[in-house]
């Protein structure tokens, strides 16, 4: 409340009348919440000169790691809604909220989500010696004897991912969080865990020499990376369209036209063919999304996961 | 012959023009990092990293990490000299390299850490180049059981290194555990100590307190002192620097102690160099006939932690390169200038990158041995740095510590987490209470929660996990026998002391037993 309260007080009373037009004024900041090199920041620095070239002024990557994203994220809701100062984060923007109730920040208030950038699908991988092949012997052998998934961390998407799986499959299996996609991927190599949702970067090395296998892709449809490997809708699990996405975010109360400027500057950037070559290797999917559409993703999927938090006993 | 074949590719690709001279470069910077006390390899490693991305992935990668195992060699220096760990893994080489310096022995001592450090990392690349895959199978046994009694193991290790008082130790461990335990809990996400500041539901950050409690406590304290530069530099000069015979002898073993110590703690994930030193240190006073001689000056006392923090440096990147998985965040960091430029690591890394992976290992050839010809002769130039007035050295010093603090996690809460530990370490010097197993319960405290219960959810909340797979049970066997050697070793020396105390013709006999 008092972040709204303060915000509502920048917005009317210090935030200088700006025009879409002139916009961005100065160098324009953009809060990463991660640590430089992760998969967030990597993909925000190769945007960034795209971005300048767009607006004739620098973009500042800062990099405001902690909390599981949320100090970054905190930290642009309080900041002045005058567009220079964007976060771009992801979908543990929508993940985080479910089971860390106490944030000082509201996630359907204090930002406004501006634009989906792009996605990382995941695919449920176990180690290549597992004595099951597909998904549905993977559930009935765990109902015969309960199995572990691993996570790369309690409240990632990861995590709720496989907790969706769980609820929708009806499957018997324990979850076991590991701090990061590297060592839950080893967890299944060594055999300590049975299923991982994984990015398809963190598994595929391992994919290809066939130390673990791929028993499906989550979500509607299969992907180029993994052609062979059907999709969870093909297999009968139609809800489980969970992506790993980056998306852009102002604090409320900035001026609409800079709103719309900064989608239309972004999805121009995305388009480019220089930069598609650029982060494609890097497994990414590249969306195309108006305010109002990205707006209406994070608030259903804020309900989605706050109710499975809630069904699978997850938040405090 | 494919592995003569790849040696040759490797070395190939590291002697080429740029690529030697970003070893260089990344070995000097990391040796200027290393000798300036406060500011660490992370610290570096996070501000120059925006540097290397305009650079090939493995040029990148051959600089950053010359600078990772230059800071090793050089933070034995400020270590002996000044008795302030350059870097965290120096900080048990201050025991006895700075009694050493004080006995005008401080160019035998920097030389000798120099040929320790040369020695331990040889012996770290030549393990690196010939059992990645092996080893990388052999990590793979290792689960979470297995992780929580190799660290509960560290833990007792490291409460017979602290000096004097056993119980002081224990409660510097149990303080560190503690304030190892603020902010969110990795398997429940349940907020603790932190008082409802944000930046602090990841943590406290290492790198502040490793900084406050040994880098500006130190710094009080000297400035209380107003101790004047006690390095004399007659005992520097290359003629001074030379060890006696006897030196050299003991050195050998500790030598080959430490760098096997390294090579193993090295691989595993988050033990790496500082506790493969202080390991190597417990095990040298241990094994050594004179135990009393630790502490004092005692050469072993340095060759052993510098060959194992050096080996660990190097062994580091097993796990790193052949399964992805970073043992510290400054693996992590390497890690991420290879997903940078596209590389994904992982066990194909060496068949779909050879020139990379062969390219770097041969590359830490390269920078050992610049690093050698660098520190030998240049060991009159670090030494001439630390000799700069203490009222120019110590404010810059505290610069460079903020600086390094602050970007160890862009905030200004690590800034004040600082101060908060420098005046928490002034107060345990002043009281006698040891940092390094502050440190250390720091550390491990968090992963041994983190690892102990995962291993109880994955044994389904059976305790005897711990006792039924075969490499945990092993380990917790060593343990309890540490545990018992340590006690009964006590109860000797407590004994002998009361020998002592009652006739002097008790002691010759006593001596025999120790």
């Known amino acids: ?316 | 012959m494919e592995f003569l074949a790849n040696i040759g590719l490797g070395f190939s690709v590291a002697l080429s023009l740029t690529n030697i001279f970003y070893c260089f470069l990344g070995a000097f910077l990391g040796t200027l990092v290393g000798v300036i006390p406060g500011l660490g390899v992370l610290a570096a490693i996070s501000m120059l990293f925006p540097l290397t991305f305009h650079l090939e992935p493995t040029t990148a990668l051959i600089m950053l990490a010359g600078i990772w195992y230059g800071t090793t060699y050089g933070g034995s220096t400020a270590s002996i000299l000044l008795n302030l760990p350059g870097t965290p893994a120096n900080a048990v080489t201050c025991l006895d390299g700075y009694p050493m310096a004080r006995q005008g022995r401080g160019g035998v001592a920097l030389f000798m850490t120099t040929v320790a450090s040369f020695f331990g990392a040889s012996f770290g690349i030549v393990l690196l180049t010939l059992f990645t895959p092996v080893i990388a199978d052999y990590a793979l046994r290792f689960g979470s059981a297995e992780y929580f009694a190799l660290m509960l193991m560290g833990l007792v290790a490291a409460s017979t290194i602290s000096e004097g008082s056993a119980v002081k130790g224990l409660s510097m461990v149990v303080l560190g555990i503690i304030i190892g335990l603020v902010g969110m809990d990795s398997q429940s996400a349940t907020v603790r100590f932190s008082f409802g500041v944000m930046g602090l539901l990841e943590g406290v950050s290492l790198i502040a307190l490793a900084m406050g409690v040994f880098g500006v406590a130190e710094i009080i304290m000297s400035v209380r002192r107003v101790r004047t530069a006690d390095i004399d530099p007659e005992t520097l000069r290359l003629k001074a620097i030379k060890p006696s015979r006897d030196e050299m002898r003991r050195s050998w073993f500790p030598m080959l102690r430490g760098a096997s110590i390294g090579s193993f703690f090295g691989t595993l994930p988050g033990t790496g160099p500082s506790i493969a030193a202080f390991l190597s240190y417990a095990i040298e006073k241990r094994v050594s006939r004179t135990p009393e001689r630790f502490g004092n000056g005692a050469i072993e006392g340095i060759m052993g932690p510098e060959s194992a923090n050096n080996a660990a440096d190097q062994t580091a990147f097993i796990p790193t390169l052949s399964l992805g998985v970073p043992g510290s965040a400054t693996m992590a960091l390497m890690l991420g200038v290879l997903m940078i430029h596209g590389v994904a690591p992982g066990p194909n890394l060496i068949s779909s990158q050879p020139e990379l992976f062969w390219g770097l290992i041969m590359s830490f050839w390269v920078g050992n041995l610049i690093l050698l010809l660098l520190n030998i002769p240049l060991i009159g130039v670090w030494v001439r740095m630390l000799t700069i007035p203490y009222h120019i050295l110590y404010p810059a010093v505290l610069m460079f510590i903020c600086i390094g603090a602050y970007t160890s996690g862009f905030t200004v809460l690590n800034v004040w987490m600082v101060l908060v530990f420098g005046a928490l370490g002034y107060a345990m010097r002043i009281f006698g209470f040891p940092g390094a197993p502050l440190l250390l319960g720091f550390v491990l405290g968090p992963l041994m929660e983190e690892h102990f219960r995962r291993a109880m959810v994955l044994s389904r909340g059976e305790f005897l996990t711990f006792f039924e797979r075969p490499i945990s049970a092993v380990i917790m066997a060593l343990t309890g026998m540490i545990l018992i050697w340590s006690v009964w070793s006590a109860e000797i020396i407590r004994r002998r002391r009361a020998a002592r105390a009652a006739g002097d013709g008790a002691t010759t006999h006593e001596a025999r037993e120790g």
Request: glycine content about 8%; aromatic content about 8%; hydrophobic content about 45%.
């Open chain 1, 1 to 316: 409340m008092k972040t709204l309260l303060t915000a509502a007080a920048m917005a009317l009373g210090l935030a200088q009348p700006l025009f879409a037009a002139d916009y961005p004024a100065g160098p324009v900041t953009v809060v990463v919440p991660y640590s430089p090199s992760g998969n967030t920041d990597v993909f925000m620095r190769h945007l960034a000169p795209y971005l300048e070239k767009a607006w004739g002024q620098p973009v500042l990557i800062d990099n405001r790691p902690g909390g599981g994203s949320m100090v970054g994220t905190a930290q642009v809701a309080q900041a002045r809604p005058d567009g220079q100062t964007l976060l771009v984060t992801t979908s543990a923007y929508v993940t985080a909220p479910a089971i860390q109730p106490d944030l000082p920040f509201d996630p359907r208030e204090d930002l406004i989500p501006v634009a989906n950038v792009g996605h990382v699908s995941y695919i449920l991988v176990t180690n290549a010696t597992s004595d099951f092949d597909t998904l549905d012997e993977f559930v009935a052998a765990s109902k015969e004897s309960p199995k572990f998934a691993a996570t790369a961390g309690l409240g990632t998407t990861t995590h709720f991912a496989i907790e969706k799986f769980i609820a929708d499959s009806g499957a018997d299996v324990d979850v076991v969080h590991f701090k990061g996609g590297g060592p839950a991927v080893v967890s299944i190599l060594s055999g300590e865990t049975d299923i991982y949702g994984s990015s398809v970067s963190s598994a595929g090395e391992n994919l290809t020499s066939g130390k673990i296998k791929a028993l499906a892709v989550l979500g509607s449809a299969r992907i180029d990376a993994q052609p062979d490997v059907p999709s969870t809708a093909e297999l009968g699990y139609p809800d489980l369209e969970i992506k790993q996405w980056v998306g852009m975010f102002v604090p409320a109360g900035t001026d609409p036209a800079i709103v719309e400027k900064l989608n239309a500057d972004v999805n121009a950037a995305l388009r480019n063919e220089e930069f598609i070559a650029k982060v494609t290797p890097l497994d990414w999917t590249l969306n195309a999304t108006t305010p109002e559409g990205f707006a209406e993703q994070v608030d259903s999927e804020l309900d989605m996961w706050k109710a499975l938090a809630e069904s699978q006993g997850l938040s405090q």
